[in-house]
């Protein structure tokens, strides 16, 4: 399996025709076999105005979000389309981040509010809009310019910070399990 650096080697090189980049990044994010089916195979229809919107080097991170929830994507939600923003863009002055259920939750938690919309299986929604994912981006970047312990992370690190480590029981992160622990004290209320 490819790790962060591999996959942004692929996204950031001109060797790399746009159709292998997405999928390298798809993979990577472990999309679902049946949601891939979807997405690549509808892929002619939005990948034109896909390429267009994620390879503008001037756009920022809020307009990029809008752009792609309008593009009508089958099968790739913001969980998805927000692992695209996040290697895209890179090198810009507005880094995206990966909205997912783990970084979703764990910045509602941080900030004690419910800013990402999530249903009710604890998913990232279609209804979060660019002003959403525009915050949360920039509530990374700001805990980025924190000292923690000494050191400084990038908004990079703390976002896979607060995505954390899943898999079976022993294997969870602490702060994913610390996470779950509270959000199922917040449904028991």
Known sequence: MLNRKEVQKIVESDEVNFDSKVISVMAWGQMKPENAVMFFGNFAKYKFELQKILTRKLANRKDIYNSISLLDLKNCKPAYFTKLIFY???????KGYIM???????????????????DT???VTS???????EKFCFIIDNLSKKNYSGRKYNGSEIELFLF??????NKIGDWRRYVKKKLLMALKK
């Open 100 to 118: 997912d259920q783990w970084t979703a939750k764990s910045i509602n938690l941080i900030t004690g509010e419910s800013l990402v919309k999530l």
């Open 121 to 123: 299986s604890g998913y």
């Open 164 to 169: 954390d480590r899943g898999g079976k029981k």
């Open 88 to 94: 895209f863009t890179a090198n810009n002055n507005s």
């Open 127 to 133: 209804s979060n809009n660019g002003d959403i994912y």
